[in-house]
């Protein structure tokens, strides 16, 4: 073979064969941690993990290498959901994290050391409440936790007439109704920022 030949050959032989090494690497990596438990559930979660579930909310349980034990569920108008070889489980209420536990435990009859994940895949029971001089007043599904300046820009934001300094949360904890002030002026500006807090269902913004 001519020696410019194979100057020109052999480096491109190498370089497909390093690509070629390269891929079966990035497949092997996605296999592996695809066959891990709890990898990738939780990342597309639209809530945290002190999220409180409600009825109408979706989760999706499963257990590592069973699927016949993986399901999504929706919590019923009574607070319940109910799970194979577990039966009923309080949900509303509850993290998911609460769920988890209690699945496993009542598992560990059946299966030994099962690994359980479960995670919200729809948040259908988080509605707030934006009222007063805002441009889109009313209930909003959200879909994902929200902070106050979130659910203004929601409601379309303040009309001129607004006082963007006097705007209150108003939270029913426990029975009881808990105001927080919101200056929005202050927050325009970056000043005072932890005031913008993460809203509760059921929590109404009031804007004078």
């Known amino acids: 073979m001519n020696?410019?030949?194979?100057?020109?050959?052999?480096p491109k032989?190498?370089?497909?064969?390093a690509w070629v090494l390269g891929l079966a690497l990035m497949v092997s990596l996605s296999l592996l941690f695809a066959g891990s438990?709890?990898?990738?559930l939780a990342a597309d979660s639209p809530a945290g993990p002190d999220y409180l579930l409600g009825p109408e909310d979706v989760v999706l349980i499963s257990v590592w290498k069973d699927e016949h034990l993986t399901k999504e569920l929706v919590v019923r108008p009574d607070g319940m959901i109910s799970f194979p070889l577990v039966g009923d489980v309080q949900a509303a209420g509850r993290t998911v994290e609460d769920v988890r536990s209690d699945i496993t435990k009542r598992l560990s009859r059946y299966i030994p050391n099962a690994q359980v994940s479960v995670t919200v895949t729809k948040l259908l029971s988080y509605r707030i409440y934006v009222l007063g001089r805002v441009n889109k007043p009313?209930?909003?599904?959200v879909g994902h936790i929200t902070d106050v300046l979130q659910a203004l820009s929601m409601a379309g934001g303040l009309t001129p007439f607004a006082s963007e300094n006097d705007i209150k949360i108003i939270r029913r904890v426990n029975g009881e109704q808990v105001v927080y002030e919101f200056r929005y002026g202050d927050v325009r500006k970056g000043r005072d920022l932890a005031q913008n807090i993460l809203l509760q269902r059921g929590d109404v913004v009031m804007v004078p």
């Open 3 to 10: 020696k410019t030949l194979m100057s020109i050959t052999f």
């Open 138 to 141: 009313g209930e909003f599904m």
């Open 37 to 40: 438990p709890n990898m990738g």
């Open 13 to 17: 032989r190498c370089a497909n064969a």
